[in-house]
């Protein structure tokens, strides 16, 4: 059974420009998150969709957004980029029912920021 | 709101050592699941274990062993006779029970685990 993968997995872009960043869950996944990895504020919580609709949002501006297709596939857009969102993203899915709370991680898109 | 603390930023033994990571959590809700993850290099975070606030029985699995004591909020990881496999950066993690699910894991800052040959 395939992971969750996530592309691009190494990206640079510059201040000002945004990004698309891609996941696709384990199949028959239906719930997908998304979490922001940096050295100084660690791993915190950006949303979780589930059924194409966004459950759940963590604190971050509005510059960061998401979105999730029939499919399940996710992809999280930042625009206007700041230096402080070199990060890597992780993206991870989860199956309904029984195990529901056992995040599967992807091995993330490192974004740098210059 | 909820945290969770592992005070121990960096711990580096020698193979074959014990070594135990401390997790400690702070929350409001009566119900909720505790994790423990593991990121090595490559970067993907890697499950261990999920345990429910309401199952206080400890667990073992081969040299992994986890004991979770709710009176103090803690949820401790041993790994018994390391290996240079088990380096890697260790993260606890909490979600609430109820929401569905929908919650995102409130991470620690996660334990750097050095182990030496």
């Known amino acids: 059974k395939a992971g969750v993968t996530q592309t691009p997995r190494y990206l640079i872009k510059t201040r000002g420009q945004q990004v698309t960043l891609s996941c696709s869950p384990i199949?028959?996944?239906?719930?997908v998150s998304w979490y922001q990895q940096t050295p100084g504020q660690g791993l915190q919580f950006l949303f979780e969709?589930?059924?194409?609709?966004?459950?759940n949002k963590g604190n971050f501006p509005g510059r960061f957004s998401g979105r999730q297709f029939s499919n399940s596939r996710s992809e999280m857009n930042v625009s206007t980029l700041e230096l402080g969102d070199s990060a890597l993203y992780l993206c991870?899915?989860?199956?309904?029912?029984?195990?529901?709370?056992?995040?599967?991680f992807g091995a993330g898109s490192r974004l740098t920021v210059l | 709101a909820q945290k969770v603390t592992q005070a121990q930023t960096e711990i580096s033994v020698v193979e074959k050592e014990d070594v135990t990571l401390d997790c400690v959590y702070e929350?409001?809700?009566?119900?909720?699941?505790l994790f423990w993850y593991k990121q090595p290099p490559s970067g993907e975070l890697v499950f261990l274990i999920r345990?429910?606030?309401?199952?206080?029985q400890n667990e073992i699995s081969g040299r992994y062993s986890w004991n979770f004591q709710k009176s103090t909020s803690s949820f401790n990881f041993t790994i018994t006779a390391s290996q240079v496999v088990d380096s890697a950066v260790y993260f606890c993690?909490?979600?609430?029970?109820?929401?569905?699910?929908?919650?995102?894991?409130?991470f620690g800052k996660g334990t750097h685990l050095i182990i030496q040959p």
């Open positions: 929350t409001r809700d009566t119900t909720y699941y």
């Open positions: 993690a909490l979600r609430p029970y109820s929401g569905g699910g929908a919650d995102g894991l409130t």
């Open positions: 199949s028959g996944h239906r719930s």
């Open positions: 991870a899915s989860r199956p309904d029912g029984a195990g529901a709370n056992v995040l599967t």
């Open positions: 345990r429910n606030s309401f199952d206080e």
């Open positions: 969709y589930f059924s194409e609709t966004q459950r």
